[in-house]
């Protein structure tokens, strides 16, 4: 009988090693290698046997649509495309506890009840591999969620659950919850591993292809907010959704980093009630409820996520510092961005941050990765520093460039038009070109204020004091 072979595999990005070692030579993860051995080795050649020729056909030839279910969860809905693809995989990862099982057994339920539209339910199943058959159930009732055609069961051997789904009549939906406990028991390694996630998945997912049915796998995050297990079980599924939100708050995001389907980068937004989640058709709304005016250091952003236009509060706080390096903090946008803002402050329009702290955050919770938000969060440093309130019904967007200018983003009038519909009557946005004008136009009921340099933000918002206070002084005249 040969010998197993042994290899030493990182389980942060799945590289392979000859012998063990401390930190990972690829990804630089201490403690991450771990031995498995393997049974088989794949083969040196293929010999003289003939393969089987493959079939191509025209670029340009017809192709059926996909088939598409909505699921009645607009949100989701948006998310995903417009609904779940037959035959596809989505991986959806978040932080433990930020509610990915209690969102996938309300979409669960809602496909297998009968729609408004009329559509047939679809027949669903729930495999639990980290709670027990009774725990679903006592969350389902918690969450009023009972329905007759979702089937649930606990289990982690997918040689059982390949069993089970590898039918003539399999159910319409599959949810694994979670892939990290899944095992092979042809694999040595233990579950969770690199080796086992990624032969588990492979599986799945073949099964799911030539099944038909959707599947739709829970996975675990790292400490850095990155799906565990390899990365090449990203590229493996059709879909990959983040739950993100922070506990202490009441709402939760749902991304799209990829979708084969349908655009990336879109947002879900959902509110985490007692009844479970609940959908927010205007987030904009909820970013903005608990805003005060007339507070310096507090600026609205337009912003886009995807497709959907978003507004939300930027706050700023500048203070003065008794240490040598003051702190800078920042909480829902990039740290390296605002360093490169506030330089760009000082040197081009002389203003003095280097004795003062600055804390910069995100109401709300969300992050923003976008560089239109250059020109809302200096506004809100701006107005911070000199103590000057930035106008309630002020809204902005903009990039901002190492020498000071303020540069165009993509879909100016697509982010006006959302913060018409809020109530903001006036936008701070980037110098348009001529034709620009002409061909685009303005938004009813918005005044564009259009800023070429960060020096055009301080004679502005100094000017518009200024005319707050002399009204002030003549009404109390």
């Given amino acids: 009988m040969a010998k197993p072979n042994t290899r030493y595999v990182c389980q942060s990005c799945g590289a392979n090693f000859s012998r063990w070692m401390g930190r990972c030579e690829s990804c630089n993860a201490w403690n991450s290698i771990v031995e498995e051995t393997v049974r ?118 997918v040689r059982d659950i390949i069993a089970s789904l590898d039918k003539s009549d399999p159910p319409d939906l599959v949810v694994i919850d979670s892939i990290q406990t899944m095992y092979l028991d042809n694999l040595d390694s233990a579950p969770g591993t690199v080796a086992q996630v990624r032969s588990a998945a492979a599986e799945l997912i073949r099964l799911a292809k030539q099944r038909g049915f959707v599947l739709m796998l829970v996975g675990h995050v790292t400490k850095e907010g990155q799906i565990a297990g390899p990365r090449v079980l990203e590229h493996m599924v059709d879909t990959v959704l983040y739950f993100e939100g922070e506990r202490g708050h009441h709402f939760r995001l749902l991304r799209a980093v990829k979708n084969r389907f349908g655009p990336a980068n879109e947002i879900g ?18 970013f903005l409820a608990e805003r005060r005016g007339s507070v310096s250091g507090a600026t ?29 903090a920042v909480v829902g946008w990039d740290s390296s961005r605002l360093a490169m803002l506030l330089a760009v402050l000082e040197t081009r329009c002389e203003l003095a941050f280097a004795g003062n702290e600055v804390y910069l955050n995100v109401a709300g919770g969300l992050r923003i990765g976008e560089p239109a938000a250059d020109l809302a969060v200096a506004l809100a440093l701006i107005s911070a520093l000199t103590d000057r309130p930035v106008p309630d019904d002020v809204a902005a967007f903009g990039e901002i460039g190492l020498s000071g200018e303020v540069r165009m983003v993509s879909q100016p009038e697509l982010r006006l038009r ?10 701070l946005m980037p110098r348009r070109r001529d034709g620009a004008k002409k061909e685009r136009g303005s938004v009813a009921g918005i005044e564009i204020l259009e800023i070429g340099h960060l020096q055009d933000v301080l004679d502005w918002l100094y000017n518009e004091v200024r005319s707050l206070s002399a009204g002030k002084k003549v009404l109390s005249q």
């Fill in 300 to 328: 609205v952003f337009a912003g886009i996520e995807g497709t959907r236009p978003v507004l939300v509060e930027i706050q700023a706080l500048v203070s003065p510092s008794p240490l040598a390096t003051p702190r800078r």
């Fill in 418 to 427: 959302e913060a018409s519909k809020l109530g903001f009557r006036r936008v």
């Fill in 269 to 286: 937004v959902f509110e985490m009630t007692e009844g479970g989640l609940q959908e927010v058709p205007n987030p904009s709304a909820l």
């Fill in 40 to 157: 088989e080795e794949m083969p040196k050649g293929l010999g003289r046997a003939k393969g089987k020729a493959i079939e191509f056909v025209a670029l340009d030839g017809h192709a059926p649509e996909a088939l598409r279910r909505a699921t009645g969860n607009a949100e989701f809905d948006r998310v995903t495309g417009g609904g779940l693809v037959r035959g596809s995989a989505i991986l959806i990862g978040g932080d433990p506890g930020i509610g990915k099982s209690t969102l996938l057994l309300q979409i669960v339920t809602a496909v297998a009840q009968d729609s408004k539209a009329g559509a047939k339910p679809m027949r669903s199943a729930y495999i639990s591999g980290e709670e027990a058959v009774e725990q679903v159930q006592l969350r389902a009732k918690r969450l009023g969620q009972q329905s007759h055609a979702v089937q649930i069961a606990a289990a982690t051997n």
